[in-house]
């Protein structure tokens, strides 16, 4: 591992479990990020590219039957 002067002077003063410690933090937090990238990020990708279809179809569906576009249709209410 190449590391830059100054890391190399901060690693200098560090004992042997602080850089362990540092070492393995870094790699903790790649992993973290990395895996955040590649599994949540699509999957908040595709809920708006969901959530937009059905604004669409909303709007479609109202403009066919002519009612105003509302985001969910309310539950029916009981009839007394």
């Known amino acids: ?3 830059s002067v100054i890391e190399q ?3 200098a003063k560090l004992g042997t479990p602080a850089r362990r410690l540092l070492y393995s933090t870094g ?3 790649f992993i973290a990020g990395t895996s955040f990238l590649v599994l949540i990020v699509p999957l908040i990708i595709e809920m ?3 959530a ?3 604004e669409l179809e909303s709007a479609q ?3 066919l039957t002519g009612t105003p576009a509302s985001p969910a249709a309310p539950a029916a ?3 007394n």
């Open 61 to 63: 569906q109202a403009t």
């Open 77 to 79: 209410a009981p009839a």
């Open 52 to 54: 937009q279809l059905v």
């Open 27 to 29: 790699k903790a937090a």
């Open 48 to 50: 708006d590219r969901e």
């Open 1 to 3: 591992v190449t590391y």
């Open 9 to 11: 002077t901060m690693l």
